[in-house]
């Protein structure tokens, strides 16, 4: 795995480790590697917006029990009205999103248990 | 009408064209810091070269009035002229004519001087300035852009293409640039999208700014898209008169040979620049310049991908394409980006006749989820293609460390290079001595009274055996085993001796690189 650890200065230029098989590199780091996301594994029970886009209906409230491929509520984005499906049978824990609500990217809409 | 009438009426008609779009546009463009159109091509040629042509098209809009609307040259200025004595086929978008927009007439200007340049088989300059479509003309400027692309992927591999991006470049009209050789931005002026901010901000309702979005530096830092950031035009102009000088005029030519010139070894000992310890960093640029002629190095895409080193120098005054792994940065590991950048720049020098010297110092490929997830199979692979696939002479200098996949991509003797050596300091392995005895004698330093202690003897056992470059040229992967200081003899003689090299490749109409 490559990881970075402590920092050692040399000749003003700050460089950090990069360990590679075990060997610690000292080096610089650019802006894609350190500024790379963390990866999240996904998660099922999380129904996360799969692009920006507003809420123009929600079909579920709190506490509804839903079956899988029943409509939860609709993902406005590029003019197309997306409906989002429950992918489970199951229950809604929480809705974070209200009529008329803008989203971002991966957003969380719908909790289900 | 007299010739002297009929001359005057011709300064007259040159006189009204060569405004462009008026005084008033005029200023404007020179508020955002930008030139016009015909400046830039004065100050890029050389004095009193460039000869201009089509100065008289008109446009061919009917619809939404357009046809009472005068456009001088339609937007675009096109010519031929010459660099340093080089000729180019060169156009330039003028933004003040109806913001440079692309027309019928237009576009037919831009691909009559393309077709001009590949008929004359010499470099074509772009100089993109341009609002982007020209609505009133529908269909007829898709049609405009259409021709473009497909002249620009004609003349790839037959012409040097370069563009240069001085003001908007946006929508469908960023792919000229993208199928050319090399992009120039200049930072505050050049802008290039698919989609603007007002755009994503109505469709995904994200607010960023033109110059976050794609501004020079972006391009330069994170896209790659871009090959040579200047702060100022001027500067850019003085990037691409640099560059015209080391490249051919076409793809059966070399590049002009320049006066021999000896390294300043004063300036770059060679025998000093590199710390042994493989894990220790240096900037490998400098190796470079202690073997490259008068110590000149002309890097391309300098700010992406930065453990990577491509660019162009002279031996004996001929042109060569360096290709290095930077240890100062990310310990000059493959990664995707630094793979893509390398596996182009291969492929500009081969088609271009410009033999390769590679400067191997890595650890292999950079572990990570983000890197899997981003393809590093897909784009590690490309530079295996472009390195089997070049047919120019091949030159590889191991300096230090090469391990793994990375030794092999790295213009290895199995992808062909005509010469391999290596400084005393090599270590061509499988991988680091850390990482192999923890693999190898796992069990003994598991079970070992001190596994420390153990780990540290085992490692430096494998060092001893298999850090060096004297397994490999036992086995004859490497040709010689060199001291640093005979690096620039050794690769001298090298590109002397291969000046005749004849490689056949397999018949096919063209490969399927892993793009």
């Known amino acids: 795995m490559a990881k970075t650890k402590k920092t050692i200065e040399k000749e003003e230029i700050i460089y950090s480790e990069l360990v590679i098989d075990d060997a610690a590199y000292i080096t610089l780091h650019n802006k894609m590697h350190s500024q790379r996301k963390p990866y999240v594994p996904r998660n099922p029970k999380l129904i996360k917006a799969f692009m920006p886009g507003s809420i123009p209906e929600i079909f579920v409230k709190k506490g509804d029990e839903v079956k899988e491929g029943q409509e939860l509520l609709i993902l406005e984005a590029m003019k197309m009205k997306n409906i989002i499906i429950a992918p489970f049978d199951g229950h809604i824990k929480s809705i974070n999103v209200k009529l008329g609500d803008m989203v971002p990217k991966a957003f969380v809409l719908i909790e289900m248990k | 009408m007299s010739i002297k009438q009929k001359t005057l009426d011709l300064k007259k008609r040159m006189q009204d064209a060569l405004q462009g779009g008026g005084a008033q546009a005029i200023e404007k463009q020179v508020a955002m810091g930008k030139m016009t159109a015909r400046e830039r091509i004065i100050s890029l040629l050389d004095p009193n070269s460039f000869h201009e042509y089509d100065l008289f098209v008109e446009h061919a809009a009917k619809d939404f009035d357009m046809d009472k609307k005068q456009l001088p040259g339609d937007g675009v200025i096109t010519g031929t002229g010459t660099i340093s004595g080089y000729p180019v086929c060169i156009y330039a978008q003028d933004f003040t004519v109806a913001g440079g927009s692309l027309g019928l007439m237009h576009a037919r200007k831009i691909t009559k001087i393309m077709d001009l340049a590949m008929n004359l088989k010499i470099p074509i300059i772009g100089i993109n300035d341009s609002g982007g479509a020209r609505i009133q003309e529908g269909v007829n400027s898709l049609a405009g852009y259409g021709e473009i692309f497909f002249r620009n992927t004609q003349a790839s591999g037959v012409i040097p293409q370069i563009s240069v991006i001085l003001g908007p470049c946006a929508g469908g009209a960023v792919y000229s640039p993208a199928l050319t050789d090399f992009v120039f931005v200049v930072d505050k002026i050049s ?155 291969i492929r500009f020098c081969n088609a271009f006749n410009i033999p390769l010297v590679t400067l191997v110092d890595l650890p292999g490929y950079l572990p990570g989820i983000d890197q899997e997830h981003a393809g590093v199979i897909r784009h590690g692979a490309k530079i ?82 298999f850090a060096n470059p004297y397994v490999a040229a036992a086995h004859g992967y490497v040709d010689a085993v060199i001291e640093p200081h005979d690096t620039r003899k050794f690769v001298l003689h090298a590109l002397e001796i291969s000046a005749t090299k004849e490689q056949l490749i397999p018949t096919k109409k063209h490969g399927i690189p892993p793009f």
């Open chain 2, 191 to 345: 802008k290039m999208f698919i989609t603007g901010p007002e755009v994503i901000k109505s469709v995904l309702g994200e607010e960023i700014s033109m110059e976050e979005l794609g501004g020079a530096r972006v391009h330069s830092e994170i896209t790659g898209n871009a090959h040579f950031f200047a702060e100022s035009e001027a500067e850019c102009f003085q990037q691409i008169k640099k560059l015209v000088t080391y490249i051919p005029w076409n793809n059966s030519k070399k590049a002009e040979p320049f006066p021999k010139k000896a390294p300043k070894t004063e300036e770059f000992k060679i025998d000093k620049i590199m710390p042994a310890d493989p894990r220790q960093p240096y900037d490998v640029r400098d190796v470079i310049k202690s073997i490259s002629d008068n110590s000149e190095f002309f890097e391309v895409q300098e700010l992406f991908a930065a453990n990577m080193v491509v660019g162009f120098g002279r031996l004996n005054g001929q042109t060569i394409g360096f290709v290095a792994n930077q240890p100062m940065v990310l310990a000059g590991v493959l990664d995707v980006d630094s793979s893509d950048k390398a596996a182009r720049f």
């Open chain 2, 384 to 465: 295996l293609y472009s390195y089997s696939e070049a047919t120019v002479p091949k030159v590889t200098i191991i300096l230090r460390k090469a391990y793994g996949g990375g030794y092999i991509a790295m213009c290895s003797r199995h992808l062909r290079a005509d010469f391999v050596f290596a400084w005393p300091t090599a270590e061509i392995a499988v991988m680091g001595p850390e990482g192999a005895a923890n693999i190898i004698f796992r069990s003994e330093i598991k079970n070992a009274e001190n596994p420390e202690e153990m780990r540290k003897k085992k490692v430096e056992e494998y060092k001893e055996k």
